[in-house]
Nanobody, 125 residues
Framework: VQLQASGGGSVQPGGSLRLSCKVS???????VAWFRQAPGKEREGVSC????????VFAESVKGRFTISRDAVQNTIFLQMNRLKPEDTAVYYC????????????????????WGQGTLVTVSS
């Protein structure tokens, strides 16, 4: 399984970006997620999506601003980020696991088997 993340860039506060994560080597992972790591900070979970019932989880810091979705035909996961803030600046990583996971552990890094290479998002005026 391979994950290829893209879509990062520089944007002003209040702007939007859409990150993509192309999945190859497997038809459809059971659970996918986005994590991020800001400079000098630990990696944290942002959002996850469980394929079986399309359940989603979001970190409190991005609720109402970010959405996660999946295109089954393209086998691609998206993270739509709106009303971006400077504190959203980070390297964003997509991750996948073959099976499902309870929503309470959906943002736990340790449950994911495969990781993408990361894409940098910079929010600055």
């Amino acid at each position: 399984v391979q994950l290829q993340a893209s879509g990062g860039g520089s944007v002003q506060p209040g702007g939007s970006l859409r990150l993509s994560c192309k999945v190859s080597g497997v038809s459809s992972p059971g659970t996918v997620a986005w994590f991020r790591q800001a400079p000098g900070k630990e990696r944290e979970g942002v959002s996850c999506l469980r394929r079986s019932d399309r359940a989603t989880v979001f970190a409190e810091s991005v609720k109402g601003r970010f959405t996660i979705s999946r295109d089954a035909v393209q086998n691609t996961i998206f993270l739509q980020m709106n009303r971006l803030k400077p504190e959203d600046t980070a390297v964003y990583y997509c991750a996948a696991r073959s099976g499902g996971i309870i929503t309470g552990r959906c943002l736990d890094q340790g449950v994911y088997e495969t990781w993408g290479q990361g894409t940098l998002v910079t929010v600055s005026s």
